[in-house]
């Protein structure tokens, strides 16, 4: 991240009594496909719309490569958007639709012309310059979007789930698209969507929302890998929460009680103390399954019962009860849990730094 | 016997509804008909055909008053009604608040269905109280008042479909409000407003309640007829109901056209 493209600071926003955003602080570098991740109605879109220019922060600043925008109307600011379902001009071929903002800016046609042929090539539509947009698959619409918001050069591209209303198959194959497109023109992308996957997929970094809040900013791995609150390893990905409270504290290793047993865990850099209440956070696929009691580690395991056996086609994902009755999912390839069948007694067991003690989010 | 009760019962809905639609039309095939026909009386059997009706019509001067006034409230009515029609609506549906937008929609809708006699009358007084003239002015007036709500109700209609994230994109492709309203928001609606506007000239065309009690001494078409039927039925006026009727058909036919249009 070499210069800050976008610098939102204190940003809070109202509708009347309701609260949409409250406070926030984001910076997104030059260059970086940012990801607004978060469940509808936690003010994504908001936020869009206040870079964008369409909505006016209550309280906040928006400053695009240095420069105020706050006050400024869309049609001033450097910023384009591609809306969720296109929102193409009906009345206007392909051409005429890419080619609006260059002649608002007064282009010579010749070199509008050019343009639009360039953009039509990026986004993989040459010879669709005459269509009318209705007669435009929903793919090819969103392209004729980017295209047409990408026309101008902004420095930053905004995206309002762009995405959502196309078919899975689609959806994958144009956040590769997307994403390409992006790293070949070096462009500044801040992306909303409400998919943690495609956030995953695409992002250099994801800020992932609640409530009208940014919860935890990070690149996909570390969010992943190291979520900051029981909210965010909840919705990146599946996980196991063992909840319970906090029994000892042993410089860096923490023991948790919970109802499924006593376990160790990794406090980070959390500061935490004896008595308080906390979870436990183990990915499925971080969980090894024996059937042989064995040699247990202990504070890094737990018995239970086969449940459920899913077949997910190039994965297995067994659900195992646990004897306090807590369900513990675990996931991995097939040929893993050959044998298995509902009632069998296994042991799952996970390497010590796979468990992230996590604060219980207060409200 | 069998079949013909299943034969009776295949026929018996048929019947119904050309019974219903001769009910309908029979009337105003009447007096297309007879606005062709030699005879100055209403009799059968048609003894020959002729347009001599309608030349009677249209050289007499009465008439032809009559048609220009009557053209002349029905523009009247085109242009004010579909205009602030038209706008109030785009702001109708502009609105956030779904339950003002309700009740403003229900506040404009309310003339359309109070009695036109209401209306007349209340305008006669209203005007007189204003001390203003009873003339083609106050029933210009009326006519907007008459038409408007429709105007408002078909372009409501109309826009709940329309994508206002359009204009939005405009905006932020570089456009200032008033280049939106020229390059997007215009273009997209002006079949709507055309047609919401013939509609208007529609309605004007045959308003007769409202207009004779605002238009004193001056005369539409319809004022004219009922004028003439009082004394007698002249076969020069089953000609102007049928040029009347002609008219009103087609720009009944071109607003539903136009509405239609581009509504997907
Ligand atoms: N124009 C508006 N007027 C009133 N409330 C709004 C408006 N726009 C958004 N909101 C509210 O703000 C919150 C955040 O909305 P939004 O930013 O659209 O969420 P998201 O895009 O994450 O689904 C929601 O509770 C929504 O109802
Ligand atoms: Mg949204």
């Known amino acids: 991240m070499t210069q800050t493209a976008v610098e939102i600071e204190g940003v809070r926003k109202r509708f009347g009594a309701a609260t949409a955003l409250e406070k926030v602080d984001l910076n997104v ?81 010749s070199r509008i012309n050019d343009r639009v042929d360039e953009m039509l090539a990026l986004v993989r539509l040459e010879g669709f310059a005459d269509r ?35 078919d899975l198959k689609l959806r994958q194959q144009m956040q590769l ?24 997929v695409m992002s250099d970094r994801i800020a992932i929302m609640n409530n009208g809040r940014i919860v935890q ?9 190291r979520p900051n609150s029981v909210f965010v390893s909840d919705f990146i990905g599946a996980t196991n929460l063992l909840r319970g409270t906090i029994t000892a504290v042993e410089g860096k290793r923490v023991v948790l009680r919970t109802d499924s047993g006593t376990f160790h865990a990794l406090a980070s850099d959390m500061a935490v103390k004896r008595g308080e209440r906390a979870a436990l956070s183990v990915r499925p696929e971080a969980i090894s399954l024996r059937r042989d009691p064995g040699a247990t580690p202990e504070g890094y395991s737990v018995a239970g019962l086969v449940d459920e056996i899913i077949y997910q086609g190039n994965t297995v994902r067994v659900g195992v009860r646990a004897a306090s009755g807590a369900a513990i999912w675990i996931e991995g390839r097939g040929d893993d849990f050959d044998g298995l069948s509902s009632g069998t007694a296994v042991v799952l067991s996970w390497a010590p730094d796979a468990a992230i003690l996590l604060r219980e989010d207060t409200e | 016997m069998g079949d013909d009760m299943v034969r009776l019962r295949k026929l018996l809905p048929a019947a119904f509804v050309g019974a219903v639609l001769a009910y309908l039309y029979a009337p105003i095939a009447v007096i297309v008909i007879f606005s062709f026909t030699t005879s100055p009386r209403l009799s059968m059997p048609i003894e020959g055909l002729t347009l001599d009706w309608y030349t009677s019509a249209l050289s007499n001067s009465l008439i032809s008053t009559a048609l220009r006034n009557s053209l002349l409230l029905a523009s ?3 242009l004010v009604s579909g205009v602030i029609g038209a706008a109030f609506a785009f702001g109708l549906v502009a609105l956030k608040r779904p339950r003002l937008r309700a009740s403003l929609l229900g506040a404009s809708m309310l003339p359309a269905i109070m009695p036109l006699l209401v209306i007349g009358i209340a305008l006669a007084v209203f005007f007189r109280l204003m001390h203003v003239q009873q003339g083609l002015l106050n029933a210009a007036i009326g006519h907007v008042l008459v038409s408007l709500p429709f105007v408002v109700l078909t372009m ?12 939005e994109a405009a905006r932020d492709l570089g456009a200032t409000p008033g280049r939106v309203l020229r390059d997007i928001t215009l273009p ?25 009690f605002n238009i004193g001494s001056q005369l539409t078409v319809p004022v004219l007829v009922w004028g003439l039927m009082r004394r007698g039925i002249d076969p020069s006026i089953n000609a102007i109901a049928t040029m009347l009727l002609a008219l009103l058909v087609c720009l009944v036919a071109a607003s539903a056209l136009l509405n239609r249009k581009k509504s997907k």
């Open chain 1, 217 to 225: 900013h990070g690149t996909p791995r570390d969010i992943y890998r």
């Open chain 2, 156 to 167: 409501n209609a109309r826009l709940e479909t329309f994508d206002f994230s359009v204009l």
């Open chain 1, 29 to 109: 570098g030059t260059g970086e496909f940012l990801s607004l991740l978060g469940s509808s109605g936690c003010g994504k879109s908001t936020l869009l719309r206040i870079i964008s220019g369409f909505e006016q922060p209550t309280e906040g600043s928006v400053r695009i490569h240095g420069t105020d925008v706050t006050r400024q109307p869309p049609e001033r600011r450097p910023t384009n958007m591609v809306f969720q379902r296109g929102a193409l001009f009906p009345h206007m071929s392909v051409r005429e639709n890419i080619a609006y903002s260059l002649k608002l800016k007064r282009w010579e046609r």
């Open chain 1, 177 to 200: 698209e997307l994403r390409a497109i992006q790293k070949r023109l070096g462009a500044t992308f801040i992306f909303v969507t409400h998919d943690q996957t495609e956030a995953l």
């Open chain 2, 188 to 212: 997209l609606i002006r079949p709507s407003i055309i047609g919401a506007a013939l509609l208007a000239a529609a309605l004007s065309l045959d308003e007769f309640v409202v207009t004779w």
């Open chain 2, 76 to 78: 009247v009515s085109a």
């Open chain 1, 132 to 166: 009318e947009p209705g007669k435009l698959s929903g793919g090819q619409a969103q392209r004729v979007a980017l295209a047409r918001a990408l026309a101008g050069e902004p420095r930053v591209l905004l995206l309002d789930e762009p995405l959502s209303a196309l």
